[in-house]
């Protein structure tokens, strides 16, 4: 069974096809995806440029940190579903997008970022607070931060903008205007 | 419809709608800087909504973001205002972006006054809930209608 195929198995799956068929369900999912985006992306990069020593000095690292942590799981998890919900609905057209595949390779980095960050610089703020120098490590998780999360949105408009090679397509159609 | 006629040929028509990434890259910024505005606008909400920077006011958030909000608002608009010259009769007749644009004066307007006063001063709980809460649906309605501008059209 090839990818192209599990895509299209889970295109036509019954919720699928209601997400994609029934009025204002696509949208609706749409307009949470990208709220949560404009507002626990925008979280995101003030926490980084914090880290940075760049936003929100007279607040402590710790408290930036440990004061937006809830909101961006929350949302990241929003925002996730309803990208899921999204991609799946129309997975065939995305399937031969490179922006799409872009965009999910940096949400595997995103993991990777956590995995390999989250123990040596997230879970330890007040060790970051008392440091005179702020350490290399936390100025890199916040640069490569930075870096995926201005990437994500950007390819994820992208998207959009596809418009597969008649010859080389799978599918006719494009992702318009998304 | 003689403004329009005249907005409809100009030179940043020109660039976004004859270069091939020139719309994209608008965008782009559009997006990603919306993003850093309504991002410290809602550090603040939290704040006033208590639910987030107990110790520490509203006052001293709001006079450590605003200069994020303003560049924010400031890229995000002028990006707009892009986008919008690459196809004016289109936008213009288009009722999403007639809600955003409404949705995004009142916003603005609110954020500029109402909001900046009562995060400025020490509000008590239920006027910083309110007043987080009213910020909060404005900038989802202009995210909201900003979508719909493309989605539907």
Same mark, same amino acid.
């Given at each position: 069974m090839s990818l192209y195929s599990v895509f299209e198995s889970i295109q036509s799956t019954s919720f699928m096809t209601w997400v994609e068929q029934t009025p204002w369900v696509y949208p609706i999912i749409m307009a949470t995806h990208l709220s949560c985006i404009a507002v626990f992306g925008g979280m995101i990069l003030m926490t980084d440029l914090r880290l940075l020593g760049l +936003?929100?000095?007279? !607040?402590s690292i710790a408290e930036v940190v440990g004061g937006l942590r809830p909101f961006k799981r929350i949302g990241f998890v929003i925002m996730v579903t309803c990208g899921l919900l999204m991609a799946g609905s129309e997975a065939p057209t995305y399937y031969p997008n490179p922006y799409f595949w872009t965009k999910m390779t940096l949400l595997l980095l995103v993991g990777v970022h956590a995995l390999v960050f989250?123990?040596?610089v997230y879970d330890h703020p007040e060790e970051l607070d008392k440091s005179p120098v702020l350490p290399t490590r936390a100025k890199a998780a916040a640069v490569l931060s930075l870096v995926l999360w201005v990437s994500i949105p950007v390819c994820g408009r992208l998207i959009g903008y596809y418009e597969p090679d008649e010859g080389k +397509?799978?599918?006719? !159609?494009t992702v318009t205007n998304r | 419809m003689v403004s329009l006629a005249f907005l409809q040929s100009n030179a940043i028509a020109d660039l976004l709608n004859n270069t091939e990434w020139g719309f994209a890259v608008a965008e782009c910024f559009h997006i990603v800087f919306f993003g850093v505005a309504i991002g410290t606008i809602m550090i603040v909400d939290l704040r006033l909504l208590g639910l987030?920077?107990?110790?520490?006011?509203s006052a001293k958030l709001h006079h450590d973001t605003w200069a994020y909000t303003l560049i924010g608002l400031t890229v995000t608009v002028l990006a707009g205002m892009a986008l919008f010259l690459s196809a004016p009769r289109m936008y213009s007749l288009s009722g999403w972006f007639q809600f955003k644009a409404i949705a995004l004066f009142v916003a603005i307007l609110y954020n500029y006054t109402v909001h900046y006063k009562v995060a400025s001063s020490s509000p008590s709980p239920g006027v910083g809930v309110a007043v987080g809460a009213i910020s909060v649906l404005l900038w989802v309605s202009v995210v909201v209608g900003g979508l719909f501008i493309g989605l539907l059209a």
């Open positions: +936003a929100l000095r007279d !607040q989250k123990p040596i +397509a799978k599918t006719p !159609q | 987030a920077f107990p110790r520490v006011t």
